[in-house]
């Protein structure tokens, strides 16, 4: 029904590829000033998990021995945490080069921002992507440019698209992270951000529901019931409706958010991912929904 991130590496790598995540101590530019100063209104970065501690070379040694012990041979480094290429590009070539200290390091994911990449960071990108599977991911959250400047993005869907164009023409993949439910949104502002990234080409996406921590902007709003969350029943309609609107060969890297239960305030679903997993499969096989069915091209 839909091309899931396993299924990918498998048909790529012919066995099991674990993410390894590091914390390479990057900031963000819609927190320092430079871009909005307050950050993005649902953005609390201690909800970044599973990241070991120290030096970045030594976290990748930690987590890849811990992986393999459980058999986990191949490896993509996935710099998760703030804006990993927001900086010069000597601190930003040191951090990522300084990660790269295990031969079975086959990929590299870095997550950052449509305003915050240059030709020189690209050339660099370019270079590893020669060696190693490289894919930038820039955060977009939604097509809808009001959506953009209430939840305080700092960019627009332009600079995302320009940015998409950009880092494709230096053959490096582009991974899109959509977020379902934002305040204010209708279910025809979803299907548009749907059509919008279809229409950029996209490599991957990943899908976030929209989840409230504690000690953020959006957690007043939540509190002071300026909106409301999608139900699970609403978020995976809508999430079945942008599958089918993408291409078939777009990897489906991640289908709903995650965060350490200590900061969520809402919702209180998923049960768990499998179950999530579980009731999605059964709703697009029910509704005879599948990837690329309702592609436009």
Sequence with gaps: MYYSLNKYLKEKYGEKVWKVPVDAGFSCPNKT?????????????????????????DQV????????RRKI??????????????????TVKSRINSSLIDEDVVGIHIGTRPDCVDENILDYLS???????????????????????????GHTAEEFAWACKKTKAKGISVCAHIILGLPG?????????????????IDSIKFHHLQ???NTKLAELYIEKKFNLLSQEEYIDILS????????????SRLIGDSPEELLIAPEWPSSKSDF??????????NNLYQGKLYTG
Aim: hydrophobic share 35%; charged share 30%.
């Design 185 to 201: 949104e209708s279910r025809r502002d979803m299907i548009e951000t749907a059509d919008f990234v279809a229409g950029i080409g």
């Design 127 to 153: 270079e590893l992507n020669e060696k190693y599977d490289v894919t930038i991911e820039y955060g977009l959250q939604s097509a809808k440019n009001s959506t953009l400047k209430f939840i305080n993005r």
């Design 277 to 286: 997993v579980n009731k999605l499969n059964k709703f697009m096989e029910k």
């Design 33 to 57: 000033g430079n871009s909005g100063g307050e950050g993005c209104i649902y953005c609390d970065t201690a909800s970044f998990t599973h990241v070991e501690r120290g030096e970045i070379a």
């Design 212 to 214: 409230v921590l504690k």
């Design 61 to 68: 040694k930690k987590r890849i021995e811990k992986l393999r």
């Design 241 to 252: 409706q942008f599958i089918a609107r993408l291409q078939p060969d777009v990897v489906i």
């Design 73 to 90: 041979n191949k490896f993509i480094i996935y710099f998760q945490s703030g804006t990993n290429t927001y900086g010069d590009i000597q």
